[in-house]
């Protein structure tokens, strides 16, 4: 169940085009988290040879979701000297509307979400890779059927590319 889970993923952000648009994040961790739902006891398992890998990412996530915290400006100011200048220079604001008295550390949140799921999206596929590989050798199965699809997917470009010069990365009508 947990291979073809872990098939499905690799397969739906290929189909997805490749995770580019931020919509597709939604149902690529979608799919991630039901696949660690799958087998939770085995993905969770954190062996102690891996401990200081899974702990590295784990601050990774922790860095990327401390930049979303807002903070008091006073704070701020602190943390990072010149983020309100930075800030003042990116963005548009009228005269004299008022300032909050919070802010995050990150000067975009939204892409800084949008990196964070991202981050956790990839960290989820290593784990579920590394039960499901450690668990019974089906690494040869799931690299066959990875292959399988790859020139799948590779032979209906080239026949969409054949039918469509035009048309390819970046055209919605490809």
């Known amino acids: 169940m947990q291979r073809a889970l872990l098939i499905s993923l690799v397969a739906l952000s290929y189909l997805l085009f490749a ?19 799958a ?20 601050v990774i996530v922790l860095g990327i979701l401390i930049q979303l915290i807002p903070l008091p400006n006073a704070v701020l100011a ?15 604001s009228t005269l004299g509307s ?36 450690a668990a019974g050798g089906s690494s040869r199965k799931f690299c066959r059927a990875l292959a399988v699809f790859g020139a799948a997917v590779a032979l209906a470009a080239m026949v969409q590319k054949a039918r469509r010069p035009d048309a390819g990365a970046g055209h919605p009508e490809a």
């Not at 995770?19 to 660690?36: F, K, N, Q, S």
């Not at 990150?106 to 579920?128: H, K, N, R």
């Open 98 to 133: 008022p300032s909050s008295g919070w802010t995050s550390l990150t000067i975009d949140p939204e892409a800084t979400a949008y990196a964070l799921g991202t981050v956790v999206l990839g960290i989820l596929s290593f784990w579920i890779a590394r039960a499901l590989f």
């Open 19 to 37: 995770g580019g648009p931020r919509w597709t994040l939604g149902p690529l961790l979608l799919l991630a988290i039901v696949g660690v739902l």
């Open 78 to 92: 602190l943390v990072s000297p010149n983020a309100q200048d930075v800030r003042s220079a990116l963005r548009f």
């Open 39 to 58: 087998a939770p006891r085995r993905t969770l398992r954190f062996p102690s040879a891996w401990r200081r890998l899974d702990a590295s990412l784990a």
